[in-house]
């Protein structure tokens, strides 16, 4: 091989490795493009996603905050309410019956009436424990039914005077409880009753 022909292969060969060189530049210039171009896309997903998390932060801010004042509300309710759940005796009356007896008598009656019609026009909160009693004589399992029936003739004679039934509650205590502990008739008449204690 002749120094001329050397040379024309040697020019080839640089010919051929600029033009290799230029190839690849070129190729990897379009793959650059292509990766900046879905970078971009995917900066503006990132940016969408970002805007989306900053609204939604801000909704559970207002919701914390809402949450925070409705505990806030509940709790200055519990301390006002604090205590007054308990009911306390705020009146008496009672009522008399005849031995063996749960028919009220006219005065019960009376007595009743006027009740009802203060609890209507005073029209206050308030709670009616109707307490059964009966005398000594009779036997406990006698004197404890009479209890009941005797408050439960007071309760239905209240209702029927107006007073809501949901804000009455009946019991007996039969011979238990006696107003009076002597064994003489005025002890058995004063403890042959019927309790109301107005609660509130």
């Known amino acids: 091989m002749n120094i001329h022909q050397t040379g024309i292969l040697l020019a080839a060969m640089v010919a051929g490795v600029a033009v ?3 190839a690849t530049e070129e190729y990897v210039d379009e793959h650059i493009a ?8 995917v900066s503006s997903r990132v940016d969408a996603l970002s805007g989306q998390v900053t609204a939604l932060n801000g909704r559970v801010e207002q919701n914390a905050q809402a949450v925070q004042a409705a505990q806030g509300r509940a709790d200055a309710a519990y301390k006002l309410g604090e205590g007054k759940c308990v009911m306390a005796e705020v009146g008496r009356e009672e009522v008399n ?12 009656k009376a007595s009743l009436t006027a009740l009802a019609s203060r609890l209507k026009s005073e029209n206050k909160n308030v709670f009616l424990e109707i307490r059964g009693h009966a005398d000594v004589r009779g036997g406990k399992k006698l004197n404890r039914q009479l209890g009941r029936d005797r408050a439960g003739a007071v309760g239905r004679f209240l209702a029927e005077q107006g007073v809501p039934g949901n804000k009455m509650i009946g019991g007996s205590w039969g011979e238990d409880q006696p107003k009076m502990d002597e064994k003489t008739s005025e002890a058995n008449a004063a403890n042959r009753r019927v309790e109301i204690v107005i609660l509130g």
């Open 20 to 22: 290799s060189g230029c």
């Open 34 to 41: 292509t990766v900046h171009t879905r970078v971009e896309e």
């Open 97 to 108: 019956f005849a031995t063996g007896s749960s028919v009220l008598s006219d005065d019960a």
